[in-house]
């Protein structure tokens, strides 16, 4: 038996575009100036509290979940007036799940999404189907705590050897260290390839089919 859990934003979809629109509205509603579009990218993966947190860490914390309502606010009003940018796939990756669905593995979903947003986003790429388990923010603590991957490995029936944590982020890697599971980063997404190494990846994969030769390997 094999598990692959994936992070979903900046490891299989690009939606850093709506995510900075979003985070702006959110801002721009309190009066604020909004976070650069690389701070925001570098929150990404992180449950929204704790992204707010992050961003304005000397705010208080009613203000943090004030932000975060409105995040989710804007980014449904973006969606109802059909204003959404398109969050593709990255490349290879429609295939690279094909090709490990074929090969056996089970595969998993880890992310600070909500449950409706990661819903959407697989039933619109036709992926919703190849995965096991989908874990997200509406069910357990943000990231870098382990209870997502606890709770795929539960679906899957699956050890801690028998998986592997797929992500761009320090974030993911480090969910990754603290299940004790084997951890490859990607480098198409939000932190840098030393950023993961440094975090514990065993490896960090520069496209789709170094990330299938890694899992393969």
């Known amino acids: 038996m094999k598990l692959a859990v994936f992070d979903c934003d900046g490891t299989l979809i690009d939606s850093q575009v709506n995510i900075i ?4 509205s959110s801002f721009q509603r309190h009066g604020l100036a909004p976070p650069d579009s690389h701070a925001t990218r570098r929150i990404v993966g992180l449950s929204l509290v704790e992204a707010m947190q992050a961003l304005l860490p000397e705010a208080d914390y009613d203000l943090h979940l004030s932000l975060a309502d409105d ?3 804007a980014f449904q009003r973006l969606r109802a007036d ?4 398109a969050e593709p796939l990255y490349p290879g990756i429609r295939s690279l799940l094909d090709t490990l669905d074929g090969q056996g593995w ?3 979903v880890a992310t600070g999404k909500s449950d409706r947003g990661l819903k959407l986003a697989l039933e619109h790429h036709g992926i919703h189907h190849l995965f096991i388990s989908l874990q ?11 209870s997502m991957l606890h709770a795929a490995l539960a679906d899957a029936g699956a050890q801690v050897d028998q998986a592997v944590m797929i992500g761009d982020t320090i974030f993911d890697i480090a969910m990754g260290e603290a299940a004790g599971v084997r951890s490859i980063g990607v480098d198409w997404g939000y932190h840098d390839a030393h950023e993961l190494i440094d975090a514990g990846a065993a490896h960090v994969a520069d496209d ?4 299938l030769a890694l899992l393969n390997g």
Do not use: F, V
């Open 208 to 211: 789709a089919d170094h990330l």
């Open 21 to 24: 629109r979003a985070m702006e």
């Open 106 to 108: 089970l595969l998993a």
């Open 82 to 85: 059909k204003a959404l940018d």
């Open 136 to 146: 997200t923010a509406d069910r357990h603590p943000s990231k870098p705590h382990p």
């Open 71 to 73: 995040y989710k606010t």
